[in-house]
């Protein structure tokens, strides 16, 4: 396939999605090649051996479903028990306790970001959006016509958000903006001040919070993770989140909409009335794996989370020492949290190579190695590298990386 065809296609797209970039990627892969493929496009940790869910996860699935007790439709917000659980999980960071009538069950964090979207539209609506940022937002606002406004995550900050172009963007008709901590795809961990000052900025334009934390607790640098809904007596916030990340299911599909509004802003009747008309079209998580929560919650050991997290700092550590030693791509800032990282691409040091998805492409065929275009996330010119991946093979598609890079290199010419 031509790169313009390529350019074409993904450039089209607020249709465009990471993992129907990562098909065409793998399409690209010459089956001639005799290096094994090794993927660090995708956000899906359980493809290495090294990230597993807990015990007692994959136990308290298999006890709702042999008590043949869960086969059943479960009321579409969610099982009392399962959104029961949640609010006093997330209560457990908060300065105020969320009931189970805040917690609304979904299809995983991509769904709740879908009925978030979906609850906020009205006619001649915009919602402010980061860049670079998670595509499911493009494509969803799209659906729902709603336009979309782009702030910018400033790399020189650590991926902080440029709130003077935030206010800058706002008018009459903005409904919401969309935060995503800890950050996919920048690997930033936003501090206390600085969402606190997102909070502000929100309450001053009159906007709910999106807060997007479906790597909530995944942070392993300076900054502790802290959910946005500390500031919801300043400003209303929707937590979107999951068991996805944090125990290593994301096949489960088990995830939340949560309601943060103690000053009660936001719990219009009929607000709360709409979300839960829109949730009985929804289609939810298997009833078995809502029954299964409570347990998971309550029986998870610290020692699983934290075994996680050690995991995620050694490949972070990795990807940043590694990233230094190659040519044309520098990284900005260590990455902090989630488990990916943004790379900067120098296009000008390259030979043959036009912008990052030729780049991707030529590299898929030529090392059997997959990355994301930074086109994919909303940055021309820069890399999504995902570190969440065994130790080994993180070094060996490095390597093949660096090894690509000299290759393409241009060649400098020695003064005489």
């Known amino acids: 396939m031509e790169n313009g065809a390529l350019n074409h296609e993904i450039e089209t797209a607020s249709t465009i999605t990471i ?14 090649n ?18 597993h869910t807990t015990h007692v996860a994959g136990e308290a699935v298999l006890e709702a479903l042999q ?16 959104r029961r659980a949640i609010a006093e999980y997330l209560s457990s960071d908060l300065p105020y306790k969320l009931s189970s009538d805040d917690v609304f069950i979904t299809s995983g964090c991509t769904q709740a970001i879908d009925v978030a979207l ?14 670079p940022g998670f595509p499911i937002y493009e494509l969803c606002a799209t659906f729902r016509r709603l336009e979309i406004r782009y702030f910018d995550l400033l790399p020189e900050k650590g991926w902080e958000v440029d709130l003077d172009l935030v206010e800058a963007l706002a008018d009459q008709n903005t409904v919401g903006i969309v935060i995503i901590n800890p950050g996919n795809p920048c690997g930033s961990v936003y501090s206390y001040q600085h969402l606190k000052k997102i909070a502000e900025t929100a309450e001053k334009l009159k906007i709910p919070v999106i ?9 392993f640098g300076d900054n502790p993770f802290v959910p946005m809904g500390v500031f919801a007596s300043i400003v209303p916030v929707l937590t979107l989140g999951s068991l996805s990340k944090r125990w290593i299911v994301p096949g489960w599909r088990l995830g939340w909409f949560v309601i943060n509004d103690p000053s009660g802003m936001f719990k219009n009747p009929k607000i709360i009335e709409r979300i839960k008309k829109y949730f009985d079209i929804l289609g939810g998580p298997a009833t078995f794996i809502q029954a299964a929560v409570p347990r998971i919650i309550e029986e998870t050991e610290e020692v699983f989370f934290q075994k996680t997290i050690n995991t995620l700092k050694q490949t972070s550590d990795i990807c940043w020492d590694l990233i230094k030693e190659i040519p044309c791509i520098t990284c900005p800032h260590k990455p902090q949290g989630s488990m990916a990282v943004m790379i900067k691409l120098n296009v000008s040091s ?15 065929k030529e090392e059997s190695v997959i990355i994301l275009p930074g086109m994919a996330v909303g940055l021309k010119n820069w890399l999504r590298i995902t ?14 990386l660096k090894s690509f890079c000299k290759r393409h290199s241009r060649v400098m010419q020695q003064p005489y």
């Open 67 to 82: 008590s043949d007790n869960f086969n059943g439709y479960s009321p579409t917000v969610g099982l009392p028990q399962t």
């Open 211 to 219: 807060a997007d934390e479906v790597y909530g607790h995944l942070a």
């Open 19 to 32: 993992k129907g970039i990562l098909s065409l990627l793998m399409q690209n892969i010459d089956e001639n």
């Open 387 to 400: 570190f969440a991946a065994d130790p080994q093979s993180l070094k060996e598609a490095l390597g093949r």
């Open 118 to 131: 979906t609850m906020l539209a009205r006619p001649g609506a915009n919602i402010l959006i980061p860049r």
């Open 350 to 364: 390259l030979e043959d190579i036009s912008d990052d998805i030729d780049f991707c492409f030529r590299l898929a």
């Open 34 to 51: 005799c290096k094994r493929l090794i993927s660090l496009g995708m956000g899906d940790p359980t493809v290495y051996s090294c990230f």
